[in-house]
């Protein structure tokens, strides 16, 4: 089955540790997206990608980083320069412009606790 | 800068009722796409329906219906027949032109569909 996966489901970590959630997707999707929800909050942008080896920040990516060495995937590093990480954090994939809708398709989601 | 306001933090609805979603937007470009998902209380994102800035007729998806007003500047989403499954976050978002974009989410509403 076609999906985008991300791991852990949870994490915790201590401050002042840097941690990097997983996102993997087999939908051959050229665009990928990293959101971050807060309690009772919509969701906001942190970066995304267009292509391999390309990326531009969105609207909160202070304190985050990530690469894109492979289509399929988009790991995020939340680093010790993140002064409120405890959130939720979704990614999503999108054909990038190749469908006509484009619509984002997300993962299930890392809940990421500091300690 | 794009904005999305949804007003209503909960609704109430009778299952078999219909109920309607509010969301509003603020945007100065003339080509862009407004999207509606569903989050239910797992996490996931789970795309609805989406409405085009230049298509002339609401859009519908089955039991989702948009009511689209673009001199009001609104999208509403409607469901009708409502279900106990129905019962959910759902999020109006907005993004900047036709194509590929990043998505700018509202605050939610949560619709609680009592038996």
């Known amino acids: 089955d076609g999906g985008i996966t991300q791991s852990p489901k949870y994490l915790f970590r201590k401050e002042g540790q840097n941690v990097t959630l997983s996102c993997e997707q087999n939908l051959n999707h050229d665009a990928m997206y990293w959101y971050r929800q807060d309690p009772g909050q919509g969701l906001r942008l942190i970066y995304y990608?267009?292509?391999?080896?390309?990326?531009q920040k969105g609207d909160i990516a202070e304190g985050y980083s990530v690469s894109r060495e492979k289509k399929e995937s988009f790991p995020l590093t939340v680093t010790s320069a993140q002064k409120n990480p405890t959130a939720f954090y979704l990614c999503a994939s999108s054909t990038g412009g190749r469908g006509w809708i484009d619509e984002q398709f997300f993962g299930p989601g890392t809940r990421l606790t500091v300690l | 800068a794009q904005k999305i306001t949804q007003t209503q933090p909960g609704m109430f609805v009778q299952e078999k009722e219909a109920v309607t979603l509010d969301c509003t937007y603020d945007t100065s470009d003339q080509s862009y796409g407004l999207f509606w998902y569903k989050q239910p209380s797992s996490g996931e994102m789970i795309f609805l329906i989406y409405?085009?800035?230049?298509?002339?007729q609401n859009a519908t998806e089955g039991r989702y219906s948009l009511n689209f007003q673009k001199a009001r500047k609104s999208a509403n989403l409607v469901i009708s027949a409502s279900q106990l499954g129905d019962s959910a976050m759902y999020f109006c978002?907005?993004?900047?032109?036709?194509?590929?974009?990043?998505?700018?989410f509202g605050q939610g509403t949560i619709l609680t569909v009592h038996p």
């Open positions: 409405q085009g800035s230049y298509d002339e």
């Open positions: 990608s267009q292509i391999v080896n390309d990326f």
């Open positions: 978002a907005m993004r900047r032109g036709t194509s590929y974009g990043k998505l700018t």
